[in-house]
């Protein structure tokens, strides 16, 4: 999986403005790559939880995941991330701190497997 150095920046970038609450959003891309992140209206940010309304993501066949920030020092899904994964797309990313590089950020599958992230 690739993502663009442009959406990886916007996704580091509001991770670290959002903390010490967790950011979420929706990813667009084409087959393979990440191209931007799209900001769903009335999503809370909490310091354990993102809360996305699920009827006012668009319906928008680019939409090929999510992101979600942790305001802590792992990247390891929990079963809510689980379950989130396996109904809305094929490429989920969680971005832990400090929000600085690509390092910072793990990619999985909608079952939850670790996947290769690459800028592209």
């Known amino acids: 999986m690739k993502i663009k150095k442009a959406a990886l ?8 403005e959002t903390y010490p609450n967790e950011f979420g959003g929706m990813l667009r891309g084409k087959g393979d790559l990440i ?7 009335a999503t809370t940010y909490g310091k354990t939880f993102v809360t996305t309304r699920m009827d006012m993501v668009p319906f928008d066949k680019s939409i ?4 979600h920030s ?3 020092e ?3 899904p929990s079963d ?3 379950e989130f994964f396996r109904k809305t797309g094929k490429i989920h990313l969680i971005v832990k701190k400090p ?3 690509i390092l910072d950020i793990a990619a999985y599958d909608g079952a939850g497997n670790r996947i290769r992230l690459e800028i592209g």
């Open 9 to 16: 920046e916007f996704i580091l970038g509001v991770s670290g």
């Open 35 to 41: 191209e931007e992140v799209l900001v769903i209206p």
């Open 64 to 67: 090929i995941g999510s992101v």
């Open 70 to 72: 942790h305001p802590a």
């Open 74 to 76: 792992s990247f390891r």
């Open 80 to 82: 809510a991330d689980l």
């Open 99 to 101: 929000y600085k590089s």
